[in-house]
Antibody
Framework: QMQLVESGGGVVQPGGSLRVSCVGS????????VHWVRQAPGKGLEGVAV????????YYADSVKGRFTISRDNYKNTVYLQMNSLRVEDTAVYYC??????????????WGQGTTVTVSS | SSELTQDPAVSVALGQTVRITCQGD??????ASWYQQKPGQAPVLVIY???YRPSGIPDRLSGSNSGNTASLTIAGAQAEDEAVYYC???????????FGTGTKVTVL
C-alpha cells in the first residue's frame, strides 16, 4: 500500500525553527516530485514548497520564501521541510503529497495524514 | 492569474444531483483535479484529467472542463459525499499547485 507519513510537528515560539519529515513506503519516493501543502485552522489548502525527484529543483510560495527549505534524501525515501523564522500565521497542518504527471495532466494522488505545527508564544 | 474560485457552499437532497464549479484562467492551460476532504482527514483525490477516477471512487462522481471552468458532478448524492471539495491546478509558473477556495457540500 502506498503511503506517506509525516512527523516532526509540534509547538514552537514565534521566530523559532522546526523540521518536519515525510517518509514514503510502498513505492519509490525517489521517482516522484513531492509537495508540502498546508492548511491553517478552518482554512483552505495552500501549496508551500515542491522539490523535483532528483532534488535539483525547488520552488517556494512567496509566503515562505527565504524562511523554509525543502530537501530530500532518496536513500532514506524521505523529504524534509526546514522551517525557520516561524510566524503565528504559519500555524497549520502540513501535508506532504506525491506529485503525479501523465497524459491526464498534473495531480496529487497520494497524501500523508498531516503533521500539526503550532506557532504560539 | 492563477486564482481558482469556487462557491463556498452548496446543499443537495439525498439521491439528487449537484454540480460544483471551479473558475480560473489557468484552467485554459491545465486540467483541474478534484479532492474530497472530510473533517479531520487528509484530502483524497476523486477526479483528475479529462474525467478520470482513481480506483475506489464511485462512478457517481464525474468531472468536465470547458474554457476557464471545471466542474465536478455528484449524481445521486449519498450521505458519505458530504465533505469539502477542492479543485486544483498547476499555477502560471508550472511549478506549484494552486487550490480553489473549497466548496462545502451538505447532503440533506
Amino acid at each position: 500500500q502506498m503511503q506517506l507519513v509525516e512527523s516532526g510537528g509540534g509547538v514552537v515560539q514565534p521566530g523559532g525553527s522546526l523540521r518536519v519529515s515525510c517518509v514514503g513506503s510502498g513505492f519509490m519516493l525517489s521517482t516522484y516530485a513531492v509537495h508540502w501543502v498546508r492548511q491553517a485552522p478552518g482554512k483552505g489548502l495552500e501549496g508551500v514548497a515542491v522539490i523535483s525527484y532528483t532534488g535539483s529543483d525547488k520552488y517556494y510560495a512567496d509566503s515562505v520564501k527565504g524562511r523554509f527549505t525543502i530537501s530530500r534524501d532518496n536513500y532514506k525515501n524521505t523529504v524534509y521541510l526546514q522551517m525557520n523564522s516561524l510566524r503565528v500565521e504559519d500555524t497549520a497542518v502540513y501535508y506532504c503529497a506525491r506529485d503525479e504527471y501523465d497524459s491526464s495532466g498534473y495531480y496529487v494522488d497520494v497524501w500523508g495524514q498531516g503533521t500539526t505545527v503550532t506557532v504560539s508564544s | 492569474s492563477s486564482e481558482l474560485t469556487q462557491d463556498p457552499a452548496v446543499s443537495v437532497a439525498l439521491g439528487q444531483t449537484v454540480r460544483i464549479t471551479c473558475q480560473g484562467d489557468i484552467l485554459r492551460i491545465y486540467y483541474a483535479s478534484w479532492y474530497q476532504q472530510k473533517p479531520g482527514q487528509a484530502p483524497v483525490l476523486v477526479i483528475y484529467g479529462k474525467n478520470y477516477r482513481p480506483s475506489g471512487i464511485p462512478d457517481r462522481l464525474s468531472g468536465s472542463n470547458s474554457g476557464n471552468t471545471a466542474s465536478l458532478t455528484i449524481a445521486g448524492a449519498q450521505a458519505e459525499d458530504e465533505a469539502v471539495y477542492y479543485c486544483n491546478s498547476r499555477d502560471s509558473s508550472g511549478n506549484h499547485y494552486v487550490f480553489g477556495t473549497g466548496t462545502k457540500v451538505t447532503v440533506l
